[in-house]
């Protein structure tokens, strides 16, 4: 079965600190993977998409990587701040399945001051 | 710009009332989604319209329809309501520009709670 995990659930980091969120996924035919952001009560924000072609794509303070051999994606936050206080959550299309994104659970993510 | 906007934001029903979920995009996208989201289980695809007078089942259609009304109009409509259909329902639309490398926009959500 095709699936997404995103380990831990949730984390807790001081402001100014860089971090690491984990995303892997079970099958390495894939047509690109996306990360969201969700503010509590809202909708889903993308904020990167890697095409399988790609290893890597950043958009200001964060940058996600992609290993399709290893199955595992990674977002990057440098320096971070209260504001980045979310759930974050990936997303893989594999290939084959129309367009069909499959969801991780998603990882909770709180900066203190 | 308003993107994906979702009606209503909240809803409450009794079982066996039905009740229609409304979304509009005015990105000119030619495909839109349903999405519910339950805790733990992240969000799973209901169905979809990959363009103007096409839908198709998703992971977990039953107890669901839908229409495609128009290119900006993509329906839900729940015909007799369960205590099991009680989430948050998103909407979602992507453009054609890079195919499926195109990134997925979304609504803001309604919050149906069945009793």
């Known amino acids: 079965k095709q699936e997404v995990t995103q380990i831990p659930a949730a984390l807790s980091v001081p402001e100014g600190e860089n971090l690491v969120l984990n995303c892997s996924f079970t099958?390495?035919?894939?047509?690109?993977l996306q990360w969201f952001r969700q503010d509590p009560g809202k909708g889903l924000t993308s904020l990167l998409l890697i095409q399988s072609s790609q290893r890597e794509q950043t958009s200001g303070r964060l940058n996600a990587s992609l290993d399709k051999s290893s199955g595992r994606s990674t977002l990057y936050i440098a320096a971070s701040q209260p504001g980045d206080s979310a759930t974050y959550l990936c997303?893989?299309?594999?290939?084959?399945?129309?367009?069909?994104?499959?969801f991780g659970t998603g990882t909770r993510l709180q900066v203190t001051l | 710009n308003a993107g994906v906007t979702q009606t209503p934001k909240f809803q409450v029903l009794k079982t066996g009332q039905s009740m229609t979920l409304q979304c509009a995009q005015d990105m000119n996208h030619n495909s839109m989604y349903w999405y519910r989201q339950d805790p733990g289980m992240g969000l799973r695809l209901i169905y979809y319209?990959?363009?103007?007078?096409?839908?198709d089942k998703g992971e977990v259609p039953n107890g669901y329809n839908v229409s495609r009304l128009n290119k900006r109009e993509f329906s839900l409509r729940l015909e007799s309501a369960a205590p099991s259909q009680t989430s948050v329902y998103f909407c979602?639309?992507?453009?054609?520009?890079?195919?499926?490398?195109?990134?997925?926009?979304f609504g803001n959500g309604t919050r149906l709670t069945v009793t």
């Open positions: 997303a893989v299309l594999y290939t084959g399945t129309a367009s069909k994104l499959t």
């Open positions: 979602a639309s992507r453009g054609t520009g890079q195919g499926f490398n195109s990134p997925l926009h």
């Open positions: 319209s990959a363009s103007e007078g096409t839908t």
């Open positions: 099958d390495s035919a894939i047509y690109n």
